[in-house]
């Protein structure tokens, strides 16, 4: 996707607010639209059908992107970045799938952000596996939680702490504490100029928005809704079968389901993946009907 003259952040408190009221200006976009624009985009790669998707969520971009000014970058990179990740949750975007875009571009966004962040932070000594991005993302959080604001190393009942929430082993824990360099207060300045305030102001928040539970809560109200209607495909035998392997929190195994109706462990597999595929095809098909017709 070729990227288009958005606009962008010439920098300083100034240029941000401008930038800010610049985007405020492109339009949000209604359910049926935003799937109209997006098929446009995946049929056609209609440039003018990706630009509006892609303007349409710039303040999202900007909105997450402020959550990541705690890491001492310029926020307009910060949010160029952004705007990088939710491009390439346009072009991969999928309408049929019943899903908002704002919903899948949300991961997008914020990996393309962590990434730079970590690529700034030159983590590449550190090492970059999920556990330790976790970790790096997570610390100053976790031991605010726990108050384990003290300089040098971590007391041991903390660390432990820490490693069990984040999934991570005691030593990395301990290991990116001290290249972190401690954080001894989270009162202490970010930098040296009194404008830039302190880390405590910089944290980022990772509890849900408002926005964000909202756009969630529709979301799963509406795949709640074309499952319920999905299930309707299915015989007795398949629904069962697909409840007990599928929706239970403790799926029932192959043996158990093949007592109880008298047939073998592969017809039980077999008649999951065929109920599987009926309910997957029945809630695509809600999803069209719901959206509006391809475009």
């Keep these: 996707m070729a990227s288009k003259a958005f606009p962008t952040i010439a920098g300083g408190s100034l240029g941000l607010s401008k930038y800010l009221e610049e985007i405020r200006k492109f339009p949000m976009l209604e359910p049926g639209e935003e799937y109209m624009l997006a098929k446009r985009w ?47 949750a346009v072009k991969r975007f999928e309408p049929d799938k019943g899903f ?5 571009a949300m991961w997008w966004i914020r990996a393309s952000i962590q990434e730079y962040i970590l690529r700034s932070w030159s983590l590449v000594k550190m090492g970059t596996t999920a556990a330790q991005k976790k970790l790096f993302f997570n610390l100053r959080r976790a031991k605010s939680q726990l108050q384990a604001l003290e300089e040098g190393d971590l007391k041991p009942e903390h660390v432990k702490k820490i490693a069990t929430k984040l999934g991570v082993s005691e030593e990395d824990v301990v290991s990116m504490n ?14 040296a100029d009194a404008e830039a305030g302190e880390w405590q102001d910089w944290l980022v928040d990772d509890t849900p928005s408002q926005e964000d539970r909202l756009v969630e809560n529709e979301e799963l109200s509406r795949r709640r809704s074309y499952l319920a209607n999905a299930m309707s495909v299915l015989n007795d035998r398949e ?21 109880e109706f008298g047939v073998s462990r592969e017809r039980i597999r077999q008649i999951e993946v065929r109920a599987f595929e009926k309910v997957q095809k029945a809630v695509q098909n809600s999803a069209r009907q719901s959206e509006g017709p391809a475009a």
């Design 178 to 191: 001290r290249r972190l360099g401690g954080d001894a207060s989270l009162n202490a300045p970010v930098r």
């Design 239 to 259: 629904r069962q079968i697909f409840e007990a392997r599928r929706l239970r929190e403790e799926p029932a195994t192959l043996e158990d389901l093949s007592s």
């Design 100 to 104: 908002r875009l704002a919903t899948y």
């Design 42 to 88: 995946q049929e056609h790669a209609d440039a003018d059908a990706a630009e509006k998707l892609v303007t349409s969520h710039l303040r999202l971009v900007a909105r997450i992107a402020m959550g990541y000014r705690g890491y001492g970058l310029p926020i307009g990179e910060v949010i160029s970045e952004g705007n990088v990740g939710l491009m390439q």
